[in-house]
């Protein structure tokens, strides 16, 4: 519960940005209604789905009390109001079940499955060449795919002037587009409540550079008409709408393309997967993303719209992870661990079909699984009480812990000794550490799903998501949240195998963002037109023959240093006599 709290807090104060500015008749245009009017919407809200999850009247309680919310950090889930709630059939309490074996009942071991990966794991590029945080961001963001860009966000800029809009537009080119990722990045980093708050002169909260970089007109103006896809082409895609022709996806297609074979052609991944939902700051899409589970590298991703490209009709969760676990890419032996969303008995079995193991949380209420009452866990159960069920290839496993925990695998037996360390308060006080007995399936789940949980937390710190955007700029900017994110990854990769010292994110993230501006993170930040000039502490006089005795004031800095000199200059701006002579600058030295 800590962690599912600390996640809950990182995450919660960063999505401040707001572009209520300029971008009124932006926040307008989504991918379509944010309002759920369909069965199925209503389901995913709550992180349920309509083709796996069987709930009646009587599991309005059911959702709230899974223990996997507490151990995959998810939301807690609320189900569906009873008139959208799918309802069984009856057959589901006609089913017959075996009885709960207990953890003193042996198991039978699964098939050891042989991993064949298609290509050593790790990152597919020479260890001995030098890679800077910008070349390994251009990885992902190369500059043909930004190129790209830049022609669409031309044609935008083009199409909006025609149409009557009174900015100035100038075409952006891809150095001038790179720098304008770096302000993302940097703006990321430090958080203010307005993005035009970063433009903000003469105040003592004035933020200097990123006017030194563009104008807030010119930064303005590109967000107003970034574009990914071809906005001619665009309009050929919406006289489709309605028919199975029609790309929802379209506007984002050129760049999410690009992204995803990237993502798989510079690291392979090690055997433990983990699959996992994506942040989003938007109810118009949701990502899934399949990630090595040793370090999180995204080495996959989806993106599922309301009108979703998967059609093989057995459900979104059973989809979104078929889609992703390729085995023309991938290899074999893999090993997935899912939360409750994604397993199911199906998925599970088909995936066994295709030599990938599988481990995830589950519910009680998913098609097919065992709801046997017989010699089950209950609230009188001892801690780390354990309860099995094996079904073929499956072994539906439960465990006390604070909660009950429900698992279910193909890659492990039910139990097999291993142990956990707990704490226990004796009656003499204080605490003292003890072993319990803990099923190897909970054991490894936790120990691969909080490998990806940490990555992913980092990069709330510096997510480049803002509130009230078109819904394909959202898209946009998650691309570069991904695209940073395995960048870094790359890099503590090739610094672990170098054995050199490796950049801490915040670090990585400072420099990239530097690079992409094209100046240096350490550079000594002068701002333009400034005041603080020397000028004379009086008006000289008229008569040229006297001005040598013209006004003199003590100098400040010469006071300080227990010094008696007197000077005719002064700061224009702090109004404080200053020596500036060849052998003594106090002027400077003030300043400094």
């Known amino acids: 519960m800590e962690r599912k709290k600390l996640a809950k807090d990182r995450a919660g104060p960063l999505q401040t940005h707001s572009m209520k500015d300029w971008s009124k008749d932006v926040s307008t245009q989504s991918l379509d209604s944010d309002d759920y009017g369909s069965d199925d919407d209503l389901y995913y809200s709550k992180r349920l789905d309509p083709a796996e999850d069987e709930l009646n009247e009587d599991d309005s309680d059911t ?17 569906p109001p009873s008139s959208k709630r799918r309802r069984c059939s009856s057959a589901r309490a006609a089913k017959p079940t075996p009885p709960w074996n207990t953890g003193k009942d042996v198991d039978t071991d699964p098939p050891e499955q042989r991993f064949y990966p298609l290509r050593t794991p790790g990152v597919q590029m020479s260890f001995t060449d030098t890679h800077t945080p910008l070349d390994l961001f251009k990885l992902f963001f190369s500059e043909r795919a930004v190129k790209t860009v830049c022609d669409n966000t031309n044609k935008q800029a083009a199409s909006n002037v025609a149409k009557g ?5 100038v075409d952006v080119g891809v150095h001038e ?10 703006m990321a980093t430090i958080k203010l409540d307005e993005i035009k708050d970063f433009w903000l002169q003469d105040d003592i909260f004035s933020i200097p550079f990123p006017a030194t970089v563009m104008t807030w007109d010119r930064y303005s103006s590109i967000t107003w008409n970034v574009k990914m896809s071809d906005p001619h082409k665009d309009q050929e895609n919406n006289k489709r709408k309605g028919t199975p022709g029609y790309d929802s996806l379209f506007q984002a297609k050129p760049l999410l393309d690009t992204i995803r074979n990237a993502c798989k052609a510079f690291y392979h991944p090690h055997r433990n997967l983990v699959m996992h939902d994506g942040v989003t700051t938007t109810k118009s899409f949701k990502f899934f993303i399949l990630a090595d589970a040793s370090n999180g590298y995204a080495v996959d991703f989806a993106v599922y719209t309301r009108k979703s490209d998967f059609l093989t009709g ?19 032996g893999y090993h997935l661990y899912t939360d409750s969303f994604y397993t199911s008995p ?4 088909d995936l066994l079909g295709q030599n990938f193991g599988a481990c995830g949380l589950y519910r009680e209420h998913r098609k097919n699984c065992p709801r046997s009452t017989s010699n089950a866990l209950d609230k009188s159960s001892s801690k780390a009480a354990i309860r099995w069920i094996r079904d073929g290839p499956l072994v539906f496993v439960k465990w006390m812990d604070r909660k009950e925990v429900s698992i279910c695998s193909t890659i492990h037996p039910a139990y097999s000794g291993e142990k956990v360390q707990g704490w226990v308060k004796p009656k003499t006080g204080g605490s003292m550490p003890k072993l319990y007995p803990c099923p190897s399936s909970v054991v490894d789940y936790n120990r691969y799903s909080s490998g990806v949980e940490v990555p992913y937390q980092l990069i709330q710190y510096y997510s480049t998501q803002h509130n009230e955007m078109r819904w394909y700029t959202k898209l946009f900017l998650y691309f570069l949240d991904i695209a940073a994110m395995n960048a870094y990854t790359l890099h503590k990769e090739m610094m672990a195998q170098r054995q050199k010292t490796t950049l801490t994110h ?4 400072e420099e990239l963002t530097a690079q992409l501006c094209g100046v240096s993170s350490k550079v000594s930040l002068k701002r333009e037109g400034c005041e603080h000039v020397p000028v004379p502490v009086a008006a000289p006089r008229p008569d040229a023959s006297k001005r040598a005795a013209s006004a003199h004031m003590a100098c400040l800095m010469c006071k300080i240093d227990n010094r008696k000199q007197s000077t005719p200059w002064k700061c224009k701006v702090c109004d404080v006599a200053l020596c500036l002579k060849m052998d003594r600058n106090c002027f400077e030295k003030w300043h400094k």
């Open 506 to 509: 915040k670090a990585f993230m």
């Open 177 to 186: 587009f790179f720098n304008y990722i770096g302000l993302i990045f940097y």
């Open 346 to 349: 199906k998925l599970f079995r």
């Open 314 to 332: 057995e459900g979104l969760s059973y989809d979104s992870v078929m889609s992703l676990m390729n085995r023309s890419y991938l290899g074999s």
């Open 165 to 169: 809009s009174t900015y100035k537009w």
């Open 63 to 79: 959702v709230d009390k899974m223990s996997s919310a507490e151990y995959s950090g998810e939301d807690e889930l609320r189900s």
